[in-house]
């Protein structure tokens, strides 16, 4: 039986799951909110609850993190007021988990891939990525 200090239960980990954690839209029911939270979905993605930072070399563009995971399906999962936590289905080569995120990143923000640039980021998992200004004012 796990400790009640602890902060995981029967291998849920609480902290990690507070991280990520978005409330449900408002309206829906226990059951509906429950299986959310199961599939940790976030109905609707937008781009200004992330921390943006303007990229000081180009300052018509914008930097935000990205945390990647690997996964059966492109997803959110979640964010934080850091970065976007994503799972990118791609193989295990290098650079196509970039290539991946970049394709989803444009169909997401609903801008051209050409636009999105994506630098290694502190992390094996995390990454910084570039969009123009103009990109997000848009939305």
Excluded: C
Excluded at 76 to 86: A, E, T, W
Excluded at 93 to 106: I, P, T
Excluded at 111 to 138: C, M
Aim: glycine content about 8%; hydrophobic content about 35%.
């Amino acid at each position: 039986r796990p400790d009640p200090g602890e902060d995981h239960v029967l291998g849920f980990n609480y902290s990690e799951w507070k991280k990520t954690y978005i409330p449900p839209p408002e309206g829906l029911g226990d059951k509906q909110t429950m299986e959310l939270m199961k599939k940790s979905i976030v109905p609707e993605f937008d781009i200004s609850k992330i921390k943006l930072k303007t990229d000081k070399k180009n300052n018509a563009s914008v930097i935000f993190g990205v945390a990647m995971k690997p996964g059966p399906e492109n997803k959110i999962f979640g964010y934080s007021s850091k970065r976007l936590h994503v799972q990118i289905h791609a193989p295990s080569y290098e650079g196509a988990a970039d290539n991946e995120l970049a394709r989803y990143l444009s169909k997401i923000l609903a801008i051209p891939r050409k636009l999105i640039k994506i630098k290694q980021g502190a992390g094996y998992n995390i990454r910084k990525v570039r969009i123009p200004k103009e990109a997000v004012q848009e939305k």
